[in-house]
């Protein structure tokens, strides 16, 4: 059955950029949407934003200026890249695919702090 | 901009007994494009309910939801005691196109 699995560093130094990674097992990342959510701890979820397989995006109007969303199909994953973090952006990363979110993966976090 | 606001933020009852959680949007929202999470403690979400009253795979029918509009609720007719978790609801298609609900923890008394 098709699995997601993000991977990236659990630390990220403030003001510097986030970069995690979402890879698709037991299926094509083709001909969905894939989307990025976080949850700080403790908190409710927040759409971070999505991309196509063909590399249209949309993302959060609160995160745009900051957030770049990327697919390599080749590789079967998609990758957030969240720039210039504060301890604010200290949650639980999830990638899911579509808008029924029936896929999430298991989550990741990602503490910012020096 | 659409807000989805849930009620209550907390609800305490007994197994057995029967939820009524609320999910109020700012803007109509299709029921096509609604739908609602469970989540437990160190777990991804689970989808519930797509298209405001269908049930995913796998769901129990103790677990329904209704409504349109502006409106929605998610009903657990009789709580187990696996259901004591925090449920969310989603919409999308509006803008931004993806927004969930604060969310509604629903705990033991």
């Known amino acids: 059955q098709v699995q997601l699995q993000e991977s990236g560093p659990g630390l990220v130094k403030p003001s510097e950029t986030l970069s995690l990674t979402c890879t698709v097992s037991g299926g094509s990342i083709s001909t969905y949407y894939w989307n990025w959510i976080r949850q700080p701890p403790g908190k409710g979820l927040e759409w971070i934003g999505y991309i196509y397989d063909s590399g249209s995006t949309n993302y959060n109007p609160s995160l745009k200026s900051r957030v770049t969303i990327s697919v390599d199909t080749s590789k079967n994953q998609f990758s957030l890249k969240l720039r210039s973090v504060t301890a604010a952006d200290t949650a639980v990363y999830y990638c899911?695919?579509?808008?029924?979110?029936?896929?999430w993966g298991q989550g990741t976090l990602v503490t910012v702090s020096s | 901009e659409s807000v989805l606001t849930q009620s209550p933020g907390t609800l305490s009852l007994s197994p057995g007994e029967r939820a009524t959680l609320s999910c109020r949007a700012s803007?109509?929202?299709?029921?096509?494009?609604l739908t609602w999470y469970q989540q437990k403690p160190g777990q991804a979400p689970r989808l519930l309910i797509y298209?405001?009253?269908s049930r995913a795979t796998g769901i129990p029918d103790r677990f329904s939801g209704s409504g349109s509009g502006t409106d929605f609720t998610l009903t657990i007719s009789r709580l187990e005691p696996e259901d004591f978790a925090v449920y969310y609801c989603?919409?999308?298609?509006?803008?931004?196109?993806?927004?969930f609900g604060g969310g509604t923890k629903v705990e033991i008394k």
């Open positions: 899911a695919r579509d808008f029924t979110m029936v896929l």
């Open positions: 298209g405001a009253s």
């Open positions: 803007q109509s929202v299709s029921s096509t494009y």
């Open positions: 989603q919409q999308y298609g509006s803008s931004p196109p993806v927004t």
